[in-house]
């Protein structure tokens, strides 16, 4: 059984019908499942989502209608960053299922504290593919094993539970530390930046011109008649 629960009901509106009653409109879909209308309380299922996120079970009520899902897609609100919609997927425990996990990066990196480095962290998820139960929420990353510039940290150094299958590529880089930049180095930065503004500048210069010749052209043409 999960340890994520939510109640919902059929909905036959208009989404944004159903937001206008506070509610979250869904559609939930699945193999051999007929796709089916939703919508849940906005503030309970905004509460569940903080914790399963996408990689956790929720076990949905619908009337008289239990069945396992997992939250496959959203939609956010361009302005306000809500939650405006949501795909569920209608889970078979028995078939294997793609699923997108978290990494959650613990621990300190002695060459952040100790070398003044950078922590760089390009990938926040990788993809695999397992049985529902099977299915783990998240994977640790250990930061403390990067103490010096050297090392780093690959998809490929992740334990992964017995049944789990990495999709990702092994080798794609998780986790790594930049050495910071020396005086010459930021001198040479900044000698590139008012380089950069310069050049703006005089070719600003060289737009305006043309339209203040023609607007002396025009002043001049009016004093003649």
């Not at 760089?120 to 998240?138: K, W, Y």
Request: charged fraction near 35%; include cysteine.
């Amino acid at each position: 059984m999960s340890d994520f629960k939510i109640k919902a009901e059929e909905r036959t509106g208009k989404p944004h019908i159903t937001r206008q009653a506070g509610k979250t409109p869904a559609v939930v879909y699945g193999n051999k499942f007929e796709n089916l209308s939703i919508a849940m309380d906005k503030r309970e299922f905004e509460k569940l989502f903080k914790k399963a996120g996408t990689s956790n079970l929720i076990d949905m009520t619908v009337g008289d209608k239990k069945f396992k899902t997992l939250v496959h897609d959203y939609q956010l609100d361009p302005i306000s960053g809500v939650i405006i919609h949501v795909d569920f997927m209608k889970i078979n425990m028995k078939q294997k299922i793609h699923a997108e996990i978290p990494l959650k990066f613990v621990g300190e990196s002695t060459a952040v504290i100790n070398l003044e480095g950078s922590l760089i962290n390009p990938v926040d998820s990788v993809e695999i593919e397992c049985l529902p139960a099977d299915l783990p929420s998240d994977f640790e990353i250990d930061l403390s094993v990067l103490d010096d510039f050297e090392k780093n940290i690959k998809i490929s150094d992740i334990v992964l539970p017995e049944g789990v299958e990495l999709l990702s590529d092994p080798e794609e880089v998780i986790a790594f530390v930049q050495e910071p930049r020396s005086d010459a180095e930021l001198e040479a930065l900044d000698e590139e930046i008012v380089e950069d503004v310069d050049s703006i500048e005089v070719d600003n210069a060289g737009v305006d011109a043309p339209a203040e010749e023609g607007a002396e052209e025009k002043s001049e043409e009016k004093k003649e008649d």
